[in-house]
């Protein structure tokens, strides 16, 4: 009921920066809350952050805080997230995912996914 497509991954050197944008379709994301998760072959998915979509209150994995941001843009269906200072462990795929209820770190709290983006960080 709610189709994700990730798109802004690439190859970026270390201490760089890189948006990702996130574009939902199919239904109002009233209620809803919106995560970026990644994750790298043999490893657990991880999150990385989320938002309420109509209150926009936030949260953040350890590993990412102070250096990514999450937003969203009610009007146009589509979150971001803003990565800077980036480090090589920040290579994965990274994946935005919608649930209903408020933000929720781990991804059993939400149902549709998009197929991700490679982010790959350079050392």
């Known amino acids: 009921q709610v189709q994700l497509v990730e798109s802004g991954g690439g190859l970026v050197q270390a201490g760089g920066s890189q948006r990702l944008s996130c574009a939902a379709s199919?239904?109002?994301?009233?209620?809803?809350?919106m995560g970026w998760f990644r994750q790298n072959p043999g490893k657990e998915r991880e999150f990385v952050a989320a938002?309420?979509?109509?209150?926009?209150?936030?949260v953040y994995g350890d590993s990412v805080k102070g250096r990514f941001t999450i937003s969203r843009d009610n009007a146009k269906n589509t979150v971001y997230l803003q990565m800077n200072s980036l480090k090589p462990e920040d290579t994965a795929v990274y994946y935005c995912?919608?649930?209903?209820?408020?933000?929720?770190?781990?991804?059993?709290?939400?149902?549709?996914w998009g197929q991700g983006t490679q982010v790959t960080v350079s050392s």
């Open positions: 199919g239904r109002s994301l009233i209620n809803y809350a």
């Open positions: 938002v309420g979509w109509t209150t926009g209150s936030t």
């Open positions: 995912a919608a649930g209903l209820g408020v933000p929720r770190t781990v991804a059993g709290g939400y149902r549709y």
